[in-house]
């Protein structure tokens, strides 16, 4: 009986990973407007009643994208900053990972659908922000905030995504991509002026006096 629900269970995963990968590709080629939970339906296959058994709407099916797109990005923004303290070695790695991520097809894509769509659908608009870039700026704003106080921490992670987050749009905008030497530069100068103003070794405890 266990080895029957675990097999139930396991292709109840399948199932749902399959709906998410075509919902993805049709809200990317579509956009959220155009998208129909029929249409989804239609192309998985099965009866409607197997879609509404996984997603009880369209809003739903569109989190689920969101959740695998960001749960990709980030595994890889973690890496490199979880459980990290702060160095400038390290933001400089975590910003070059992140600049990368932003650079995916996927991201792109998701970025130009909330872009387009989030004025008519502020929903999907305030989805993205709550799954995405909050949970970006504070694992950002953490790897500061184990070297400053809280709040130059929060100024600093809000600069720096900001400044990388600019640095994409003017990458897609430009006739001509920069190549990777040219990012790295980039990155590099942009740490530098963020970090200029932060000690190079952690302030005493409260209780210890400056040395």
């Not at 629900?5 to 407007?33: H, W």
């Not at 339906?41 to 569109?62: R, Y």
């Not at 640095?167 to 980039?186: F, G, H, V």
Request: aromatic content about 8%.
């Amino acid at each position: 009986m266990t080895n029957l629900m675990g097999k139930r269970e396991l292709n109840k995963a399948r199932k749902r990973a399959e709906i998410v990968d075509i919902a993805t590709r049709s809200f990317f080629e579509r956009g959220y407007a155009a998208t129909s939970m029929s249409a989804i339906a239609e192309e998985l296959g099965g009866s409607k009643a197997t879609l509404w058994a996984h997603f009880g709407s369209k809003e739903e099916l569109f989190a689920a994208v969101i959740d695998k797109e960001v749960e990709s990005f980030s595994q890889d923004i973690d890496e490199v900053l979880t459980s990290q303290t702060y160095s400038v070695p390290a933001l400089r790695r975590a910003c070059l990972r992140f600049l990368e991520c932003l650079m995916r097809e996927n991201s792109i894509s998701l970025f130009n659908l909330i872009l387009g769509e989030g004025g008519r659908f502020p929903e999907i608009r305030e989805m993205f922000y709550s799954r995405g870039p909050a949970k970006i700026r504070k694992c950002v704003n953490d790897f500061f905030a184990t070297r400053v106080p809280a709040d130059q921490a929060e100024k600093l992670a809000r600069v720096t995504l900001a400044a990388i987050s600019g640095y994409r749009s003017d990458i897609l905008l430009r006739p001509n991509k920069p190549t990777s030497t040219e990012c790295e530069a980039y990155i590099a100068s942009m740490v530098d002026m963020i970090t200029c103003s932060i000690p190079d070794a952690p302030p005493p405890p409260d209780d210890q006096p400056a040395p």
